[in-house]
């Protein structure tokens, strides 16, 4: 048996006096365990695969500070290389050396990306490539699939994903209809109705943005054909096809979802892994429209803490990690353990599931499936997914407080981590 004892005492008085000096008492809405129930714990620190709280219990982590801790969390040798740029200062507010050497990494990594421009994180690269898509293409419409988030920018909040979905949220009060008016919508995976929008918006659609596996509504693969049927549309009518892949990128290949299936966007948004498990957001693509983004060109964005050295310190070391021979195999072979065991346990002790994974990113709905869309998504049975959350924290387990969000696992995981997991998630799932 595992043992299920974990008292959370200080979390919850720390949580509580949280509440009266932030909204919600946190500083991102799905850390607030509003869909799963109970209280969030309080982190103190983490190290590899774990987590510890502030009333010292220790979690296996499948959060990974939502995507970038791929090497697992505070690295020794992300850590020693951060030490070293400290000296030298936190922000320079002036071009670096190290941004050259991370935007030629991220360069010859993924296959869209002739020129880069970093930036903060990924809402803010979200928001400039949509300014960019706009004015490199005089139109102003674009098109986003339901359940997909790009961050919270107005123009975005538009049947999002992430903690829009999570939270059960109507699109965004204070977010003027004028604003979102030109943001059109489909179901993913849904050719046809990608192909309608186009017909009847003709030479008014500047482009396609996607997350190319979706994780912000859980864990939804492509379809076979689907990205490469996008690129046929958008080319045929003049339009730009945009890689959201700030989960994506570094996590499911070295070069991207871009370079996994074989598809090249014409921009892309990056973030999370890039930035190590500091601050960071990034997007880049072909050279000519790049060259649109002021000082080269007219489209102005600009930002005074983009290519700082911490972050582009810890991307560096980060990528560097991720370029060692058979990483990606390893991800493959543990991720892969975890999400085939999670879907048999479960069906083993009674439940409707189903999920899957690309190499470090995966997935499980409490639905008998198979999840194509945000719509199938929403047929999940959340409550039966709180009561699971819950459990498995009990079990010293931590996953994504949230049904519709997708799970990450690290180069820190063992199998040894994996069978713990499976053995707490089977008793967890015998008693739900």
């Known amino acids: 048996m595992v043992n299920t004892t974990i008292k959370t005492t200080k979390s919850q008085e720390i949580f509580s006096a949280a509440q009266n000096l932030m909204p919600g008492g946190v500083n991102s809405p799905v850390r607030a365990f509003k869909s799963v129930g109970g209280q969030p714990i309080v982190f103190d620190r983490v190290k590899g695969a774990y987590i510890w709280d502030v009333d010292g219990n220790k979690y296996i982590d499948y959060v990974g500070t939502w995507g970038p801790a791929i090497c697992g969390h505070a690295n020794p040798e ?4 951060l030490h070293s740029a400290l000296e030298k200062g936190t922000s320079f507010g002036a071009p670096c050396a190290l941004e050259n050497v991370l935007a030629e990494m991220v360069i010859d990594a993924v296959p ?12 803010e690269a979200c928001m400039a490539v949509l300014r960019l898509m706009r004015a490199f293409t005089k139109r ?8 997909c988030y790009h961050g919270h920018a107005d123009m975005f909040l538009v049947k999002a994903g992430s903690g829009v979905a999570t939270l059960g949220l109507p699109d965004s009060p204070g977010v003027p209809k004028s604003v979102t008016g030109d943001t059109l919508t489909a179901p993913f995976n849904d050719l046809e109705a990608v192909k309608v929008l186009f017909e009847e918006n003709r030479g008014e659609i500047a482009g396609v943005i996607l997350e190319p596996v979706v994780g912000n509504s859980g864990f939804v693969p492509p379809d076979a054909g689907f990205l490469e049927g996008l690129r046929e ?6 339009a730009l096809l945009v890689f959201d892949e700030v989960m994506t ?19 892309t948004t990056l973030g999370k892994i890039i930035g190590g498990g500091l601050p960071v957001g990034a997007y880049g693509g072909r050279r000519d429209i790049m060259s649109m983004v002021a000082p080269a060109g ?10 700082n050295p911490l972050a582009m310190t810890a991307g560096i070391k980060t990528l560097e990690l991720l370029q060692k021979p058979g990483t990606y195999d390893y991800l493959e072979k543990i991720t892969k353990k975890l999400a085939d065991g999670l879907v048999e346990v479960a069906r083993e002790t009674g439940h409707a599931t189903c999920g899957g994974n690309i190499s ?10 198979p999840v194509h869309n ?28 949230s049904q519709f969000e997708a799970g990450f696992t690290s180069i820190a995981h063992t199998q040894e981590d994996i069978e713990r997991t499976l053995q707490a998630a089977r008793e967890v799932m015998s008693g739900l």
């Open 78 to 81: 992300v850590i020693t290389a």
């Open 112 to 123: 869209s990306i002739e020129m880069v421009r970093f930036v903060n994180s990924g809402t």
């Open 140 to 147: 102003d419409k674009i098109i986003k699939f339901e359940g």
């Open 233 to 238: 549309i958008t080319t045929e009518h003049g």
């Open 249 to 267: 990128g570094f996590r499911i290949s070295y070069g991207g979802a871009q370079e996994k299936f074989g598809v090249t966007p014409d921009l």
């Open 298 to 307: 007219p489209m102005y964005q600009a930002g005074t803490l983009s290519g």
């Open 360 to 369: 470090g990113m995966f997935g499980m709905f409490f639905t008998k499936g």
């Open 374 to 401: 945000y719509e199938d998504a929403k047929a999940s049975d959340t409550a039966k997914f709180g009561r699971f959350h819950r459990g498995m924290l009990e079990h010293g387990i931590y996953l994504a407080p």
